[in-house]
Every structure is written in structure tokens, then in C-alpha cells.
């Protein structure tokens, strides 16, 4: 059988180069030539006066372990529906997203660069395969400070990968983590974060590209910005009007969400304050349900976009945006 | 305001040559310049000794009113919590998939090429951006002879899109869709299906490059055929062996994801046996939700890849693939 298969494939082979004539023919001769590559890792979608980007910047492996707030068997029973594994590590995606209103081109937050190990920090490849430049971005909105939403704005030498852009950073979040207090205060595991936060935003700052804002403050674009604390303390939500509905990008809202939307009420180890993420999701999850607005979500399998069904009060569903 | 950001993108562009040089770098001068290209319609994942692709086709528009078998209210229900129309024609998916055993390149299923207008027709450019050309392919298996599966089968002069592949159908598809007996008793909405059928294979009976086949002949690559009738009369689903897990390529089993999954009864009008595909879906989402297999579908949305979850008997939801 594996002769036969050999032959057939020569002949193919041959066939192909007489009526082609296409340099490289043999290339699939080796029958170990297999495409592996995925298609890049972005994903279109126009709304209303906004083009949407979503952009993949890799994926990280998080154990489940790190959920609660619900029983183990309720967790591991979300986890087994979605056939995801209950007792090892979960995928978990990094998406940021780009919103080019036509005047502005705004990213909302900006991957982990090379932070996460070589998974991770694809973000400029895969803005470059959906058309940009990093110099076309004149706008970024950080949700919040962490090192997979802020590592991304430092090219590998340290400069600034967005030489063109204002970052945007929620001032509670600022005053949090660029903060030398704060840091000998924090808890150990949560140490090495502060001097990743201070390290992504000093070019811009020193560049006077850096504006630490506050509620109320204008953005670039018409966003508005939704305080939405509590996995970090100056977490924030942005809302970008399209004219046709809303799109709510909102950060780190859902971590895994398998457990997440059915169970809102469980949070994830890495929140700063677990009972106010879990108030903030509950909010977030029932305004974005009951109003249907477009959400763009960092940690949802890519693209992250989607739309929050409502099952029955406090029980939510991901509807995923369908490719076009 | 207008002017300001004006000012600020051509700055962003002159910033842009300085430190990129990159020729052509003032396209972005211009406001309405918006990248709007989709990412490319194929999607990588790797199973076992396979490697699958899904192609994407295009979409067409199906009107929900063509879907019976529950109430009008439950059908209305599925497609609001999937945030579809209900009253308005859904964007229904064409999808086509190759799986690469490495010594077989098998496409099961070929798109519409042009048959049904310019959104469709894009498996062989996606095909190419997946990193095969089409004279790669050396074994095509159609699910049926519908012409949004077998109307890729053709160039646009009529000639083999495929030119080394083998063309694998079910017999008593071809019996029946083949037969201008059949045809002249046909529904007069079925008839136009005829001849298209007979066009799209055509070229390859005459090359000696189609195979009829029936129950238990033996299929390349080590692909098992289970017979699925009801949607047409010889529907055929395919099973492939990875090594880890199996991968069942299953046509036209689901038409509408929202509505299906939890209301297996319901069929669409392009069925040719209303009740035998209803019993066929049964039997398909009993086997492929109790063994976990990966399923592959025509008409859910791109990438159609995913597994089949169990809520309760005869209720099922639909989990897709993750990017990765």
C-alpha cells in the first residue's frame, strides 16, 4: 500500500509540473512536506464607522487550579463541557484589538512582547499581516498594567514599539503599579509585576507620550471609559460608539470562559481584589447581556469577540462573532 | 478636532518613513485608508498523524423560514439566543476541508466555485493561502452531489480544478442526482440540481478519475465512509483515523448551529428526506457527542471545527476548535 501511495504521488507530481509549469513543483514530492503554519492571527470585523481588529498575541497555559469561588466539581464539570482539561493547564488566549475609527487608530492594550516566553508576543507580526504598522498607531488604551496588556509597548531593544502613539494608562492603576510603595507592600507573588509595569510605560513617559487619566477625562475616538476594578485596581473597560451599536472592549472581565459565564461568581488567583472582580463581572456581564453590545475580550479564545447571551439572571453565554 | 487629527496622522506618517523607509509608506496619509481584508479562509489544526485544513467557501443566505420540524417560537428562540435574524435570511457557511495524512492530501468536499455568485467560490484561494496548490490534491471524497460541495469540482472553463485527484461518490448519490430519470421526477425546486451535478463530475468520468463507490470499499488514507442519508439520498459523513481521536467529516448533518444542536428534529427544505435526516442527525450527534470525536461540518460556522457537547438526551451545543 505504501508503494502504490508513493507512485501515485510521483504521478501527481509529474502531472502538476506539465500543466503549471509552476517553479518548485517538487517541493510536495517529500510526502513530509505538510503545511503546518496557522492562518494570521488577526480577525476583521467592520462596525458600523469602526473597523475592528482583533489581534492574537499567543496563548499561555493556566491551571485550573487557580479558579474559585465555586465548588471543584462545578469548575471541573464547566471545564469538562467544553472539553477543556479539569487537572492540567487550560489554554488561555491574549488577544488585543485594534479600532481604526478613521481618524484614529486606537489599540486597546498591546500583548506581552517576549515577557510569556516565544508563545507568546506576536502582536506587531500579526498587526503588520492585518495591514498596519506600529506607525500607524497614534492611540493605545491599556485596560489595565499588567505585563500581557503593557509588555507588548516595548520593542525587543526597549524602545518604544509605537514610537507614533499616546498611552493611555486609568490613573488608579498607574498610581498602583508604577508605585515603589505599593510594590514593598504587594503580595510576593505579585512583586515582579511592578518593575514590568514601570519598565513598559518609561519610554512613553520620558517621551511625554504617557497621559494618566481620570473618570470623566475625554479619549481619543468618542471612547469612554468604564471603571471596572477589582482584578487589578484601576481595571478599566473601554466603550467605542459605532453608530450601529456599541463594542465594549473590557480586559481581563472573563479569564476562562467555560466556568466564567455560567458561574460569574468565580475569579481567578490573579485578581487584586477577587470580591470586587466578582461585583465588576456580574456588572459588566449584565450590562453587555441585557444591551447586546459587541464585546472584545483579552482572554477568550481568539478572536475574543462576541456577544454575552442571557441564559437566566447571573448565567451567561459567549456568543463568538462568526467569520466573514 | 478633524483638522488636529488630520495634522497628527500625516506627523504619524513622516514619523513612519524616517524610521521604517518602507516605499509606499504614505498610503496611510489618507483617512479612509482602513485596511478591510479579512484574514485568510483556512484554519490549521494538527490531529494525530493529520493535519486538517478547513477551507472556507463563502457564505450564502438561508432563510430560517426554510427550517421546520419545531414550533415557529422555538425556532425564533434558538436563533435570538445565537443573536441571528429571525425573520431575515442567516449567513450560513460553506466550508470544505483537507485532511494531509501526510501520504494523501484528501479534500472532502470542493465549495461552489461560481455557481452561486461572487461571496462564494473561495476554496482554491484559500486552498493556496493554507500552502497547496491544487494539483496537491490527490483524492477528493464528496459527502453528496449538492452543488455547494461538488461545484468546486470544476475550473471556470469547465476543465478539473483538480487535475490528479480522484473523485470518490457515493453510489447511490450518484445514482440519484446522475439519473435523468430521477431528475425528470424530481421537485420542480430540485431539478436545476441535476445538471450541475452531472457538469461538475463530468471531466473527471472522462479522465477515468471518477470512483462510484459503495458500502464497505475501501477509501485512501484509511478512511471509513458511514452512510448519512436524508439530506440527500446518498449523504455520506467520513471518518478518519488519527491516532488521537478521530475526525468525522460529516456534510450537511447541521444547517443552522443555533437551532440544531438543541432541536436535532428540525430539518430545512433542501432535504431530500425530511425524516431520515432528522434520524440520521440523531444518530450522528448521539455518536460523535458520546465518543468526543472532532466533527467537521459544511455549514457551521468557519471553521465548522469542533466537538459535540451533551446537555441532556437529543440536546445538544456545539464547542469549536480554539485558534491556535
Known sequence: MKKTVARHA???????????GAAGAFERTDASAVPTAQAPGYFRMPLGRLTVTALYDGAVDIDPGLLAGASRQTIRSSLAQAFLPTAAPVQTAVNAFLVDTGDNRILVDTGTAKLFGPRLGFILDNLRAAGYRATDIDTILLTHLHPDHAGGLLAPDGSMAFPNARVFVPKTDA???LSEAAERHAR???RALFKMSRDAVAPYRAAGRLTLFEAGQPLPGGVSAITAPGHTPGHTAYLFPS???????WGDIIHNAAVQFPHPKVSIEFDSDR????ATRHQL???????GVWVASAHIPFPGIGRVGVDKP???????????
Not at 447571573?314 to 466573514?324: I, L, Q, T
Open 175 to 177: 498610581d498602583y503599579w
Open 243 to 249: 453608530g450601529e451599536g456599541d463594542l465594549l472592549v
Open 314 to 324: 447571573s448565567v451567561y453565554r459567549w456568543v463568538p462573532a462568526e467569520y466573514r
Open 285 to 291: 456581564l449584565s450590562y453587555a447581556g441585557k444591551r
Open 275 to 278: 470580591q470586587q472582580a466578582v
Open 188 to 190: 510576593p507573588d505579585q
Open 10 to 20: 510521483l504521478a501527481c507530481t509529474l502531472a502538476g509540473i506539465l500543466i503549471t
